[in-house]
């Protein structure tokens, strides 16, 4: 008989619980969803997975006649130069810390990056000379970060946000060419940040964002530069505002608002009418991107149920013109994506069967130019397997999305193995593009599943907050149901489902295997939560401050507390259990997996735990991303296919 624990938490809602609002859309029918034949499959190895490189930014030279790229082709992420009508990268920096943030100074002498160290999250700003030369550590601050930099036109000045290590909020300042900072914001509440938009009015101004560290209220100011004086001009209680770009008079500005809504919407906004102009609804996710350089366009991403569009609107005629790009998840890198003439813009796009792919996108052609190629050459698309966005309904009748990697070649005779992986966040979303874990599973013979449980982001507001101070029950609920359809299936037995995710999918996958014991038959988790109280305790101070968002504090809600942390289910786990954590995460601390280790092991559970030293929350050394993913296929291969 299953335990009272699982049967209570996956039984039929009452009659008094509603569905949460949601964009409609189609229930799929599992018995849909299909294998397709390929004589050729095998598994890709996962040394070359390991290997396919990841794309961390990327920005013009000051000419934009070269691209300074943030990759790993070392396996180390560093700083590359390259021509921009392609060339062989050619190395500007080494550190076995990650650099990025890159910007370029407008005299086309300096490349500003941003580096941590080991992981911590609190970045100082490098500068190394544009034609290479020695580095430069410009602040050298331990106790406080320097992130989201952005060149003035004029005057040498860039703009910055700061955050000190005794604080949860963020501000906005401003560095000059020697590399001092000067404070614009005092903001004196934690729970928001303020980052740089825009320059405006030749240089004397920014157009700045005001935003909740939960992502739920957002408010566009305007800051003098040399004064500081801020003169609010969009905001409303319980509304998001978000700034993406501005004319350069400042009049004109590309702005992504649920005002009305509940969902995100892009448009613009009239400074000196205080009028809007927005493009034609849609129940989907849409913001505002880049503005051009001359004023005249602006970029445009729909997010539709997972898959991503990127378009052109003409702010004359609020025409709209489709990116000639693929579906699958595509985004422009930064607020620097243009070219200085203005007509060539830098996209990146990936899909299940194609990695991250940086083009040069020909706006008056519409055409995309691929610039540099990341991947290893046994992750051909013709190899890869294929995604479907499926929808299925949740126990209160709520529809849930999710991505399926079905791999090639399965009988439909409920005998496959699967893995349901669920997304960090919680306020993320599991988008339609590579996936080097669904790619090593599926070709593996694994059905995977990434569902976009209740709290994700990119269906509206209200299910975006249908999980606060209920984390791990309805959302929980919705990605046991992401099992249940894959069995629907006829593909996968339910005897052989595991369940894997990172941060809040760790959380996901201490939770489930805690709260529904008999759900899963392995489990592994990076970086997951197992106790709020103790997170509350020991994590960072933007991150304390976000999950008073989602909870509350301790003290104020301590049943929440209680209800929502796996520490309260985890004596009830069966499944074997492999936790891998970096050493200096600041999100998720080290102890949370050591916690989970002592109470399982003096249970006489089977667990393992492997801690990374100078890693943070995610591992970015070539070697322990690979060690990782060996040990996670390792994990399932052993305790779902008994190998």
């Known amino acids: 008989m299953r335990p009272i624990l699982t049967a209570a938490l996956l039984a039929t809602a009452s009659p008094l619980a509603a569905q949460v609002a949601t964009p409609e859309r189609p229930i799929t029918d599992p018995g849909t969803i299909g294998s397709p034949a390929n004589p050729d499959a095998h598994p890709v190895p996962l040394d070359d997975i390991g290997v396919t490189r990841a794309l961390y930014d990327a920005v013009w030279s000051a000419d934009g006649k070269q691209l300074f790229i943030a990759t790993d082709l070392t396996g180390r992420v560093n700083i590359w130069r390259m021509a921009a009508d392609g060339s062989w990268p050619v190395q500007m920096t080494q550190s076995d810390d990650a650099q990025s943030g890159l910007a370029v100074s407008r005299d086309g002498q300096w490349l500003y990056f941003t580096q941590d160290l080991g992981g911590n999250e609190y970045s100082d700003i490098y500068r190394v000379p544009s034609g290479g030369g020695a580095v430069e550590n410009l602040t050298n601050t331990p106790e406080r970060s320097e992130t989201g930099l952005l060149v003035a036109p004029t005057g040498g000045l860039v703009a910055l946000s700061t955050k000190l290590k005794s604080e949860g909020q963020t501000n906005l300042a401003v560095m000059d060419a020697s590399g001092k900072i000067r404070?614009?914001?005092?903001?004196?509440?934690?729970?928001?940040?303020?980052?740089?938009?825009?320059?405006?009015?030749?240089?004397?101004?920014?157009?700045?964002?005001?935003?909740?560290?939960?992502?739920?209220?957002?408010?566009?100011?305007?800051?003098?530069?040399?004064?500081?004086?801020?003169?609010?001009?969009?905001?409303?209680?319980?509304?998001?505002?978000?700034?993406?770009?501005?004319?350069?008079?400042?009049?004109?500005?590309?702005?992504?608002?649920?005002?009305?809504?509940?969902q995100s919407h892009a448009g613009i906004y009239s400074v000196a009418t205080?009028?809007?102009?927005?493009?034609?609804?849609?129940?989907?996710?849409?913001?505002?991107?880049?503005?051009?350089?001359?004023?005249?366009?602006?970029?445009?991403?729909?997010?539709?149920?997972?898959?991503?569009?990127?378009?052109?609107?003409?702010?004359?005629?609020?025409?709209?013109?489709?990116?000639?790009?693929?579906?699958?998840r595509a985004t422009v890198p930064g607020l620097a994506a243009f070219a200085p003439d203005g007509r060539h813009m830098l996209v990146t796009r990936s899909g299940a069967d194609s990695p991250t792919m940086l083009y040069s996108y020909d706006l008056a052609a519409n055409k995309a130019v691929p610039v540099v190629p990341l991947a290893m050459a046994s992750l051909a698309p013709a190899m890869l397997p294929k995604s479907q966005i499926v929808t299925y309904k949740s126990f209160d009748g709520t529809p849930i999305s999710a991505i399926v990697t079905m791999p090639f070649n399965l009988k439909r005779d409920g005998s496959n193995p699967a893995i349901v992986m669920p997304?960090?966040?919680?306020?993320?979303?599991?988008?339609?593009?590579?996936?080097?874990?669904?790619?090593?599973?599926?070709?593996?013979?694994?059905?995977?599943?990434?569902p976009n449980f209740r709290g994700s982001t990119g269906y509206g507001k209200?299910?975006?907050?249908?999980?606060?101070?209920?984390?791990?029950?309805?959302?929980?609920?919705?990605?046991?149901?992401?099992?249940?359809?894959?069995?629907?299936?006829?593909?996968?037995?339910?005897?052989?489902?595991?369940i894997f995710g990172?941060?809040?999918?760790?959380?996901?996958?201490?939770?489930?295997?805690?709260?529904?014991?008999?759900?899963?038959?392995?489990?592994?988790?990076?970086?997951?939560?197992?106790?709020?109280?103790?997170?509350?305790?020991?994590?960072?101070?933007?991150?304390?401050?976000?999950?008073?968002?989602?909870?509350?504090?301790?003290d104020e809600n301590p049943d929440v507390y209680?209800?929502?942390?796996?520490?309260?289910?985890?004596?009830?786990?069966?499944?074997?259990?492999?936790?891998?954590?970096?050493?200096?995460?600041?999100?998720?601390?080290?102890?949370?997996?050591?916690?989970?280790?002592?109470?399982?092991?003096?249970?006489?559970?089977?667990?393992?735990?492997?801690?990374?030293?100078?890693?943070?929350?995610?591992?970015?050394?070539?070697?322990n991303q690979l060690d990782a993913l060996r040990r996670t296929i390792g994990w399932f291969d052993k305790y779902l296919k008994g190998k």
């Open 183 to 262: 404070g614009l914001t005092a903001e004196k509440d934690p729970q928001y940040n303020w980052s740089a938009a825009a320059w405006v009015d030749g240089g004397k101004a920014v157009i700045a964002n005001r935003a909740s560290v939960d992502g739920t209220v957002g408010e566009i100011w305007r800051i003098d530069a040399a004064s500081g004086a801020a003169t609010k001009l969009l905001a409303k209680p319980k509304t998001i505002y978000f700034a993406s770009g501005a004319s350069a008079d400042g009049n004109t500005i590309a702005v992504t608002t649920d005002e009305g809504t509940g």
């Open 562 to 623: 209680d209800a929502s942390s796996p520490l309260t289910y985890i004596k009830a786990a069966k499944a074997p259990l492999l936790s891998l954590q970096g050493e200096n995460d600041i999100r998720v601390p080290k102890g949370q997996a050591k916690e989970v280790e002592d109470i399982l092991k003096a249970k006489g559970n089977t667990v393992e735990t492997i801690f990374y030293p100078a890693e943070g929350h995610g591992f970015q050394k070539r070697e």
């Open 462 to 498: 209200p299910f975006q907050e249908a999980n606060i101070k209920d984390l791990g029950g309805g959302d929980l609920k919705d990605t046991v149901a992401a099992k249940t359809f894959l069995v629907a299936s006829g593909y996968v037995d339910p005897k052989k489902v595991g």
């Open 274 to 328: 205080k009028k809007w102009r927005g493009l034609a609804p849609t129940p989907w996710e849409e913001t505002s991107d880049v503005m051009t350089p001359d004023g005249r366009s602006m970029i445009v991403r729909t997010n539709n149920d997972g898959r991503s569009t990127l378009s052109r609107v003409d702010l004359a005629t609020m025409t709209k013109t489709d990116l000639a790009l693929d579906p699958g």
């Open 502 to 554: 990172g941060s809040y999918g760790g959380f996901m996958t201490l939770m489930a295997i805690g709260r529904t014991p008999d759900e899963f038959a392995a489990a592994v988790q990076w970086y997951g939560i197992i106790n709020w109280r103790t997170m509350y305790r020991d994590q960072d101070e933007l991150l304390r401050a976000y999950q008073r968002a989602l909870l509350g504090t301790p």
């Open 423 to 450: 997304h960090g966040g919680p306020t993320g979303q599991a988008q339609d593009g590579f996936s080097r874990y669904a790619t090593a599973f599926a070709t593996r013979g694994y059905v995977v599943i990434q």
